[in-house]
């Protein structure tokens, strides 16, 4: 069997709080994925941990499959791959969890709806809309709210680390959430209306000035030492904003197309005069989706 399938990762959010106590994020997929790739029986596959077991025992059971698990993986060998890293708020137990989910279904002749994907992931644990078309509004907790905006404008993002890992099942476990994230709401709404306004209008700049806000509003539940700098440098090179892992480690700065050029100093005079992150790469927003190749190329 011919089968590669892919989910993107994301580099943070452009939007994430909660409205009226309702938790949502707005995504922000980018050009790295997670991957599974068929292979010929005999290889032995490789599974990254506990929950890779967990979502595909309960896919299986969803599909109503005649096999187990373990039965499944001497049939369908794959191996499983990520160019995303773990505990930085890059969605890449996201990525991987709907991956596999959509892996098995369509090795087994059936597709899942990005909804079904989405329950599944849900029921594990908290879950980025990534493998939505497009960008997503998204109820990364309970699913409650799945709104799709439209498709990205063309925007290229500079990624960095600040350090450290979070882990997303103890971040949002944590006692104090509900209060913090109340006391952002009025910024989250306004970050929320710039970017819908952003995606609907292919304007960049929008989508910038609402990712920044959310980030600094974000700094009262995790505090990034560095963004306020990273903002004041970034602006000097022409980016239109800056946005935040809001449960990770990880800031993107934002470029529309006719800025990209300035990218390569941008991210020198950031490592310079900030020296506690790191620059990783430089991706895409891309229109979230699983794509599937069997030969010919589309998304789910």
């Given at each position: 069997m011919s089968l590669t399938i892919k989910s993107p990762g994301s580099c943070g959010e452009l939007v994430?709080?909660?409205?009226?106590?309702?938790?949502f994020l707005i995504t922000c997929p980018i050009d790295l994925y997670s991957e599974i790739r068929y292979k010929l029986p005999g290889f032995r596959t490789n599974l990254r941990g506990d929950k890779s077991r967990?979502?595909?025992?309960?896919?299986?059971?969803?599909?109503?499959?005649q096999y187990t698990l373990e039965e499944y993986l001497v049939h369908f060998p794959f191996h499983q791959y990520s160019t995303l890293p773990i505990g930085k708020g890059m969605a890449s137990s996201?990525?991987?969890?709907?991956?596999?989910?959509?892996?098995?279904?369509?090795?087994?002749?059936m597709q899942l709806s990005a909804d079904e994907v989405a329950d599944l992931c849900?029921?594990?644990?908290?879950?980025?809309?990534?493998?939505?078309?497009?960008?997503?509004?998204?109820?990364?907790?309970?699913?409650?709210i799945r709104r799709n905006l439209g498709q990205p404008p063309q925007m290229m993002i500079a990624v960095f680390d600040a350090g450290g890992e979070v882990d997303t099942l103890s971040f949002n476990k944590r006692s104090d959430l509900?209060?913090?994230?109340?006391?952002?709401?009025?910024?989250?709404?306004?970050?929320?209306?710039?970017?819908?306004t952003g995606i609907a209008k292919q304007d960049v700049s929008l989508i910038g000035q609402g990712a920044t806000i959310s980030a600094l509003?974000?700094?009262?539940?995790?505090?990034?030492?560095?963004?306020?700098?990273i903002i004041k440098l970034s602006s000097q090179y022409g980016a239109c904003g800056?946005?935040?892992?809001?449960?990770?480690?990880?800031?993107g700065v934002l470029f529309a197309p006719q800025h990209v050029h300035k990218i390569g100093d941008c991210?020198?005079?950031?490592?310079?005069?900030?020296?506690?992150?790191?620059?990783?790469?430089?991706?895409?927003?891309?229109?979230?989706?699983?794509?599937?190749d069997r030969g010919d190329e589309h998304e789910s």
């Open positions: 994430q709080g909660t409205l009226d106590g309702q938790p967990e979502i595909l025992t309960r896919t299986l059971h969803y599909i109503q499959s996201s990525a991987d969890l709907s991956c596999l989910c959509q892996a098995v279904a369509l090795s087994l002749g849900l029921s594990i644990e908290p879950t980025d809309g990534i493998f939505y078309s497009g960008i997503m509004l998204f109820d990364h907790v309970g699913g409650k509900t209060a913090l994230n109340k006391a952002k709401e009025k910024q989250v709404r306004e970050a929320m209306e710039l970017v819908m509003a974000n700094q009262l539940i995790l505090a990034n030492s560095c963004l306020e700098s800056v946005n935040a892992a809001h449960s990770g480690t990880v800031l991210v020198t005079a950031i490592t310079e005069n900030c020296p506690k992150v790191k620059y990783l790469q430089t991706v895409h927003l891309i229109s979230g989706g699983i794509r599937t």
